[in-house]
């Protein structure tokens, strides 16, 4: 009986990482953001990567990784983020695989300035 609970936990644990990160994603795509959706998005963000921790593969938790650092470098200190993104796009020429590199550039490109 314990397996048939922890497949329905898994279960549970897999819909509700998918739903906060598809509500952090809908956040993401908000042009006028308050504080509390700031809140909301940030919360749903680490909620969802919380989540695949425990219940995700290396692809799904690369990808909560990902959106954990999209929503920070959103919300993060605009005084500095010239110079985190030169030091980003810097750090893109350690990256051996072309086409990895590429798309990594190319979703540096899309952080709102």
């Avoid at 909620?47 to 799904?60: F, I, M, Y």
């Amino acid at each position: 009986m314990a397996t048939a609970n922890a497949r329905t936990d898994d279960a549970c644990l897999k819909k509700c990482a998918a739903e906060a990160f598809n509500k952090a994603w809908e956040y993401l795509d908000y042009t006028d953001r308050d504080a509390e959706a700031d809140d909301a998005m940030l919360a749903a963000a680490f909620a969802q990567r919380h989540l695949r921790g425990r219940v995700g593969g290396p692809l799904e938790i690369e990808r909560a990784e990902w959106q954990v650092s999209r929503v920070c470098a959103l919300l993060g200190d605009r005084g500095r983020l010239e110079d985190h993104r030169a030091r980003a796009i810097a750090a893109c020429a350690a990256i051996a695989e072309k086409g990895d590199r590429e798309y990594t550039e190319s979703q540096i490109a899309t952080i709102p300035r």
